[in-house]
Every structure is written in C-alpha cells, then in structure tokens.
C-alpha cells in the first residue's frame, strides 16, 4: 500500500514525477506543472484515494485542508498516473 499526505495550499506531499516513475525533459515537466494541477492529475486516477484529514482556520488567507492519499496498488496506481501524464502531453501536439 502507498500511503502519502498532502494539503489544499501544498499540494501533495509527493511529487507526480516521483509518483509516476516517469523520466521526461524539463520542457515536458513545465508544460504539466504549468498547464495542470498536480492534485487534480492524482484525483483523476481510480486507484488512488483521498482522505480528508483535518482543516486549519487560521483567519483570512491562512486555512488550509489537510489530506492522505492511499492506493492499495502501488504499481497500478503508477502506472495510471504514467498513462495520464503522457495522454496530456500527446494532446499538447
């Protein structure tokens, strides 16, 4: 089981290129960090789960939500988040 954290502001607490297993050039990695939401790339993978684990009210601009992320399939969940960066780079051409 992967088991990872993360929050609203930060982000997940894992990189997606981490994640992913992929090897890309730095132009590619722009290109998905500029166009992409890393968050949101890892919510659209099926075998990964989010968890809300609490939220912080700090007063205005200073809230935050914290999450785990789990996959009870490691390789499958990498495989998919593999497969889901490289069809938004085949769209880019």
Same mark, same amino acid.
């Given at each position: 089981? *992967?088991?990872?954290? #993360? /929050? $609203? !502001?930060?982000?997940?607490?894992?990189?997606? =290129?981490?994640?992913? %297993?992929? +090897?890309? @050039?730095?132009?590619?990695?722009?290109?998905?960090?500029?166009?992409?939401?890393?968050?949101?790339? *890892?919510?659209?993978? #099926? /075998? $990964? !789960?989010?968890?809300?684990?609490?939220?912080? =009210?700090?007063?205005? %601009?200073? +809230?935050? @939500?914290?999450?785990?992320?789990?996959?009870?399939?490691?390789?499958?969940?990498?495989?998919?988040?593999?497969?889901?960066?490289?069809?938004?780079?085949?769209?880019?051409?």
């Amino acid at each position: 089981m *992967l088991v990872f954290r #993360g /929050s $609203l !502001v930060d982000g997940p607490g894992e990189s997606i =290129e981490k994640l992913s %297993g992929l +090897s890309l @050039t730095d132009d590619q990695w722009e290109f998905i960090y500029d166009n992409f939401n890393a968050r949101e790339l *890892l919510l659209e993978c #099926g /075998s $990964l !789960v989010e968890i809300e684990e609490g939220e912080f =009210e700090g007063g205005p %601009g200073q +809230s935050d @939500t914290y999450y785990r992320y789990e996959a009870d399939d490691p390789e499958e969940f990498k495989r998919e988040l593999a497969a889901l960066i490289l069809e938004k780079l085949e769209q880019q051409l």
